[in-house]
């Protein structure tokens, strides 16, 4: 005999049961059922869209109004005056109106005088003397009152040549070198002696030639016996002459006696004016 278990009986599983045993049981295997549940609904995504706020715009800026030349001094008080004054700086400028946004006039040299004629915001109202151009100036750049002289520059120190000095202002190696010119030159006397130291020391006390006793007599093309000064010794009087007219006295010609030359070539040379014959020489002053 045989007893299902189930309503649905498959292949059962056999017990072995005793030999004596009168009944044999199928045992089925207990299936567990799983009920399927029913699919969850799939949800489609939800875009959300975010909205950005929209930039705020920038505000233009505003313009500042730029001075009119028509009335430039509408924005302004002027306190009237009249006063005298002058620059105090170099490379002042003036403008059209009592601030740098004005257009300038021009630039002022220092002591440029001038007169103060209104007061505003730290500016002055002026007026330029030389011209009478009106604007307006920085009060730090103006000083009330006359301007100063200027203080005038120095002028550079002239070295005087020698003058005539009794106590001596030459050598005796200068002295000898005219009295071996004038002992050629002169004709051997005192006085044609001196008279040729004379044409020197004047030259070298002149704006015209060198300012020595060498440069003088050295010039180029002033006296033809140059070539023989080292080859002569002066006389004794010719020596004391010189040095008398030199270190002593003085010239014994004016100071303009300048030139001389031998008296068998006249008295008539170019420009120069005659002024004396002295010995063997004719000597002549400039005009």
Same mark, same amino acid.
């Given at each position: 005999m045989m007893l299902c278990l189930a309503t649905a009986c498959g292949p059962a599983s056999r017990v072995n049961a005793p030999e004596d045993a009168d009944i044999m049981v199928d045992i089925l295997p207990t299936e567990k059922l799983t009920v399927a549940e029913p699919p969850a609904a799939v949800l489609s995504p939800v875009l959300s869209t975010v909205t950005s706020p929209s930039p705020t715009a920038t505000p233009e800026p505003t313009a500042t109004p730029k001075p009119t030349d028509s009335d430039p001094l509408a924005a302004y008080t002027i306190i009237e005056m009249?006063?005298?004054?002058?620059?105090?700086?170099?490379?002042?400028?003036?403008?059209? =109106?009592?601030?740098?946004?004005? $257009?300038?006039?021009?630039?002022?040299?220092?002591?440029?005088?001038?007169?103060?004629?209104?007061?505003?915001?730290?500016?002055?109202?002026?007026?330029?003397?030389?011209d009478n151009s009106v604007g307006f100036i920085k009060k730090d750049f103006v000083t009330r009152g006359y301007a100063p002289e200027p203080t005038p520059k120095p002028k550079p120190t002239v070295t005087p040549k020698p003058s005539y000095n009794p106590s001596g202002n030459y050598t005796e190696e200068e002295v000898l070198l005219v009295a071996k010119?004038?002992?050629?030159?002169?004709?051997?006397?005192?006085?044609?002696?001196? #008279?040729?130291?004379?044409?020197?020391?004047?030259?070298?006390?002149?704006?015209?030639?060198?300012?020595?006793?060498?440069?003088?007599?050295? #010039?180029?093309?002033?006296?033809?016996?140059? =070539? $023989?000064?080292?080859?002569?010794?002066?006389?004794?009087?010719?020596?004391? #002459?010189?040095?008398?007219?030199?270190?002593?006295?003085g010239p014994i010609l004016p100071k303009d006696v300048l030139n001389f030359r031998a008296a068998r070539l006249g008295r008539v040379w170019g420009n120069l004016e005659?002024?004396?014959?002295?010995?063997?020489?004719?000597?002549f002053r400039r005009k």
């Open positions: 009249d006063k005298g004054g002058y620059i105090n700086k170099n490379g002042v400028n003036m403008r059209k =109106g009592p601030s740098t946004r004005f $257009e300038l006039i021009a630039t002022l040299d220092m002591y440029t005088p001038l007169r103060i004629t209104g007061e505003c915001d730290g500016w002055y109202r002026v007026r330029i003397v030389s010119l004038a002992y050629l030159e002169s004709g051997h006397t005192t006085k044609g002696f001196k #008279a040729v130291a004379s044409v020197v020391l004047n030259r070298v006390l002149h704006k015209s030639f060198p300012n020595t006793i060498e440069g003088v007599i050295y #010039a180029p093309g002033q006296f033809s016996v140059v =070539g $023989e000064l080292d080859s002569t010794t002066p006389s004794n009087g010719a020596i004391n #002459a010189v040095r008398d007219v030199l270190n002593g006295n005659y002024y004396c014959t002295i010995a063997n020489n004719c000597y």
